[in-house]
């Protein structure tokens, strides 16, 4: 029983980092936004799925869950001190437009 409790509990630490991925803030772009020029090239839409992080890179896709929800993201630009700040077509595909900001877990796939 002692061996069976110690091999789970390596199999869980051993898991990567990104398996339980940790709760950031999570808020989506203004309709302002539209058009204008990304730091990671390109022009924003509020209809495309994308995001803004500094913690992923440019170009990455990530799985955003809240709620039981989840979406799949192209980070595309950068963010102040945002943890993600999605597009609010996005944002609508999870339930986030009414909250406007919540905390969110991310969950980086490449």
Sequence with gaps: MRYLLSVL?????????HAFPSP????????SFNGRSMACGGRFSS????????N???G?????HYR???VIVEVTDRCGRCGIDLS??????LGLVSAGRA???VEQLD
Excluded: K
Excluded at 9 to 17: E, G, M, N, R
């Design 60 to 64: 990455s896709l990530v799985r955003v």
């Design 9 to 17: 509990l390596l199999t869980v630490f051993a898991l990567p980092a």
């Design 24 to 31: 950031v803030s999570g808020s989506y772009y203004h309709s």
């Design 68 to 70: 039981g929800r989840s």
């Design 88 to 93: 609010r077509a996005a944002a609508r595909e």
């Design 47 to 54: 209809d495309d799925f994308t995001a803004a992080s500094n």
């Design 103 to 105: 905390s969110v877990r």
């Design 56 to 58: 992923h890179p440019c």
